[in-house]
């Protein structure tokens, strides 16, 4: 492998680190509100979207002189990171705010309130407003921003409460705060208890702008799947009889990849209709993608290796295939899981170092096995092989340059510390990585694709063993021509042919259609095992 080659992975290695991993944007949201909780909503909205609120409780439980004053305040920004990235007890400090963080960053915002006079005023669903609150843009503290007031386009729903202004970022602040009937002030806040219904519904139903994209490309993906299933499917009842165990694990991997695609657009299209997506069916796509990330690699592990192609069997490697392939399940499958419910902490941290250090060791293994397997090739001459090795190879020279370039991108983009404008792009982030190993899946299908020749990928111990006597006689021919090199047949001593049974018709067809190689006996330590050793000598025994 060239030193370029190896500093590109190295690079890609370290910075596998920097990549976080995308939540889905739920619309709806029950938050319980009570004496010491306020609440807090963020999303990406498209313009003239909608919001709602309904509040719900139990009557019996509410005392009848409480009432209510709920004030709201909807925000926007064009940066994403002042939204998304503020927490909770801060954002609840930007209550009423006239400006920015930062100086030098814009966006807008509306506010107001509603009085209830009981519970039960409280929880009857009508409609707040008959005119659209004005909005005026956030400025620095030195400048004084200018009203600007607009109309309901229609008119409103039962419980409609603002509607967004533009395509961004917005956070929804709500604080509720009782009052004691003939009383402004109250020394000690009575107990109370309700749930807030809060739903934002726009052009695209549920939807957001952010999410709306990466559905997309999950139905395309889905879609392509099906069709990489179709194919597969194809190749393999035309030639099952020369199907090679590799060519299973392809397929496997498809059906994954077509389930996982599934899986993750259903929880999208369920977003945009219902508002929310059931927590155990993402859990579910985060496992299953797990699992396909790790049979994948292993994929790729075993045709860098070179089984069934080079080697017979992998020996004692297969033991490290499986650690490896179940260290990256656990550690991808605890990542995923943690990103749907929420989790932080040192858990996480753990989880999100120990899945990018598997990932670079697997990258690096992949690099080194495959530039052991093009070598062996190389000294052995096996030229229809080697070609195999070289498109391989290529691609996966091409995804680690495509790699390092979208990583320095989206760190421009997404990590920078300034304001994060580029917002709208977020999708693309967690799209690039399917993508480019659907590319991978779709090379490797592509050479390794069942076929009426398929056998001459394949390992022969008679073949792909030490035969000096052949290679002087036949250099290389059957080769060049990708193992269809015609022999005649042999005739008898009394110069008749012999009628072929069935199985000399086969051992003929083995002979015709496998091509020879030449051997390699300047590398007998990357031959497989001791057993593959013991065969060659037996072998070079009997040629003597």
């Known amino acids: 492998m060239p030193d370029a080659t190896a500093h590109w992975v190295r690079a890609l290695v370290f910075t596998l680190v920097l990549r976080g991993g995308t939540a889905a944007e739920v619309s709806l949201w029950n938050a319980e509100i009570n004496a010491t909780q306020d609440a807090v909503f963020r999303k990406t909205l498209y313009a003239n979207t909608t919001i709602f609120m309904k509040f719900q409780g139990d009557l019996a439980s509410c005392d009848g002189n409480l009432s209510f004053n709920v004030s709201w305040y909807l925000r926007s920004s064009v940066c994403y990171n002042e939204v998304f990235n503020t927490p909770d007890n801060k954002a609840m400090s930007m209550f009423g705010l006239e400006h920015m963080l930062r100086d030098g960053w814009s966006g807008y915002y509306s506010q107001g309130y509603m009085f209830f006079d009981n519970c039960s005023s409280l929880f009857l669903p009508k409609v707040y ?33 603002a509607k967004s202004w533009d395509d961004s970022p917005y956070i929804f602040i709500v604080k509720v705060q009782p009052l004691l009937r003939g009383e402004d002030d109250i020394s000690e806040v009575p107990n109370f208890a309700f ?41 393999s009842a035309c030639y099952w009889r020369d199907l090679l165990r590799i060519q299973f694990w392809i397929g496997a991997v498809i059906i994954l990849g077509m389930l996982e695609k599934a899986v993750f657009y259903s929880v999208y299209q369920s977003i945009r209709y219902k508002g929310e ?25 075993i045709v860098s290796l070179g089984y069934g192609i080079v080697k017979p069997r ?65 000294l052995r001459r096996n030229v229809v092989k080697l070609s195999l090795y070289q498109h391989f190879t290529n691609t996966l020279i091409f995804s680690v340059v495509a790699s390092i370039i979208f990583i320095i991108w989206t760190n421009k983009v997404f990590r920078m510390v300034g304001c994060q404008t580029g917002w709208r792009d977020l999708w693309v982030d967690d799209a690039f990585w399917r993508l480019l190993f659907s590319t991978i899946l779709l090379v490797i299908m592509v050479l390794l694709r069942p076929s009426a020749n398929s056998q001459r990928f394949s390992h022969s111990p008679l073949i792909d063993e030490d035969d000096e006597e052949e290679e002087a006689k036949e250099p ?42 030449v051997a390699d006996v300047a590398l007998p330590a990357l031959l497989d095992d001791e057993e593959e050793i013991l065969k060659t000598k037996m072998e070079r025994s009997k040629m003597e």
């Open 195 to 235: 749930t807030m219904k809060v739903e934002m519904k726009g052009p695209n139903d549920y939807s957001s702008p952010a999410d709306w994209p990466l559905m997309m490309f999950f139905m395309v993906m889905c879609i392509v799947y099906v069709l990489f299933g179709a194919l597969w499917l194809f190749w």
């Open 476 to 517: 290389m021919l059957n080769e060049a021509f990708e193992g269809m090199k015609m022999r005649g047949s042999k005739p008898d001593t009394n110069g008749s042919q012999k009628l072929l049974s069935k199985e000399d018709e086969d051992l003929k067809w083995v002979e015709e259609n496998i091509p020879t190689t």
């Open 277 to 301: 997506y059931v927590q155990g069916a993402v859990i579910f796509a985060e496992l299953l993608s797990a699992l396909k990330r790790s049979l994948a690699r292993i994929l790729v592990l």
């Open 129 to 161: 407003y008959t005119e659209f609150n004005p909005y005026q843009p956030l400025s620095s503290p030195k400048s004084d921003p200018s009203n600007q007031t607009f109309t309901w386009p229609d008119k409103p729903d039962i419980g409609a409460l």
């Open 314 to 378: 992998l020996g004692t490697t297969v033991h490290r295939l499986v650690a490896v392939g179940l260290l990256y399940l656990l550690f991808s499958a605890v990542e995923g899981v943690l990103r749907v419910t929420g989790g932080h902490g040192t858990v996480a941290l753990v989880g999100n170092l120990g899945l990018s250090l598997i990932d670079s060791c697997v990258m690096w293994w992949i690099f080194i096995s495959l530039s052991q397997t093009t070598k062996l090739l190389k």
